[in-house]
């Protein structure tokens, strides 16, 4: 058996180089014979005839003087894989960049998470940010958990080394524990209200993207970061888990907490259910007592009362039977209203072009649609506002009353403008706004 396979093995060897002619057949042609010198010295261990060799031990079979034989195989039943050599290593490390060979990294804090300063286009989620504590400036060591297609990838950090004197980054502002009203507003904070870099409080309308994202609900504590100087950068970063629940009046300090802890407080769901059935018993009892019908007497007396209240006259820019040509279209100024405050109801067809208007002169413009839905956020932001103009011809009768009755109660300037042309909006919306200048300049001589 053993002769018979080398008079094979010869035989394929004379057949292969009788076929060689340049350079690249004859390392070919190598590789073959050493596969074909593998399969003899296994034949050879396999066999029955040993003669006089010891088990466990082969002999060299030369089959061309140029050739080297293989060393012995100690474990002939593991799989043999042939070893890359040493050049071919040396080559694949070489290529890999210098980022992906190194063992740490300097993280870099972001607005939300941040990235390796050394590694391009890489991201550290804020969960992992938030879980190891980590600062602007810090050692890492971290592991690609993900790579999208143009090369941006996701890192898990593993390790934290020891850095010192690191500190947070100082044009990176942040709001922490801010608490979500209605219709996505955000004006404080579990510590007291928001304030800028110069001491001025402030609110925050979540984008309807964002309320989306992040489910937000009325009652959510989240936190708010922006750059120093940039209050367009301001954006929501983190979603905590807990709702806040308000302290009752009997409990309530005058201090602010000092924690989050102290205030975010989970209220169990049996006290819940508690609270909706004596909700819904006292309603009952409500409807089950019998209320006097008026007298036909008073009913009259109600309705002449009415008759004789005035109706207190609303001002408009309309004048009445005034030709065109005698209408002011000199340009109007708003440089002197800078910094303040105006809402708009009704006509939310132009509200890009109102925003783009009211963007140069510097004035915080809150446009509201003109439905009867809006009613909750024309209370909402009312406290807020230093003027209010309403377009009679594009609002609803009970948003526009409702912003009227808003406006009267918290003696805020306002006007029913009943043309949506844009010269007349803008001639109401300057009168309103230099109205309310003088009542705050009144206000502060009082002082």
Known sequence: MMNQAIRQAITLVEGKT?????????????????????????????????EGVARGTIEAVTLLPSETPPPEIEKPEARLVEKKQPEQQEEQEEALPDYMTRRTHTFQRDLQGG????????????????????EHGMEVETEVVAEDQYGRTTHQVSRVGQNEDVAPRPDRIVYEGCLVKNHGIIEETLMGPICDEYGKPFYYTVPVEDMRFYNLQAGMVVDLAMWQGRPDTLKIIWRHQKHHQPVPAVYQKKEFAATIEEV????????????????????????????????????????KKAKEQLVAPLDTTVSAGLHIDEIDKSP???????????????????RAVYRDFFDKTEIELQHVSGDCGHGKKVKALAPKTDAIVIIKSRVSHEAANHAI?????????????????????????????????VKQMLAKKKK
Not at 279 to 297: D, I, N, S, T, V
Not at 414 to 426: A, M
């Open 264 to 303: 975010v407080i989970e209220q169990p769901a049996a006290q819940e259910t508690q609270q909706k059935k004596a909700a819904r018993y006292e309603k009952l009892m409500k409807r089950a007592q019998p209320q006097a019908k008026p007298k036909k007497k008073e009913k009259k007396v109600r309705a």
């Open 332 to 350: 109007l100024d708003f440089e002197p209203f800078a910094g303040m405050r105006l809402m708009i109801v009704g006509n939310d067809k132009q």
């Open 18 to 50: 009788a076929i060689v002619e340049t350079f690249a057949d004859w390392e070919l042609l190598m590789d073959e014979i050493r596969g074909i010198d593998e399969w003899i010295r296994m034949t050879r261990y396999y066999s029955r005839e040993r």
């Open 115 to 134: 990235y390796l300063l050394e590694w391009p286009d890489s991201f550290v989620p804020e969960k992992e940010v938030r879980h190891w504590n980590l």
């Open 405 to 437: 009755a808003q406006a009267k109660k918290l003696d805020i300037p306002f006007v029913v403008e009943r043309l949506d042309g844009r010269r007349s909006l803008y001639t109401a919306c300057c009168e309103q706004l230099e109205k309310a200048r």
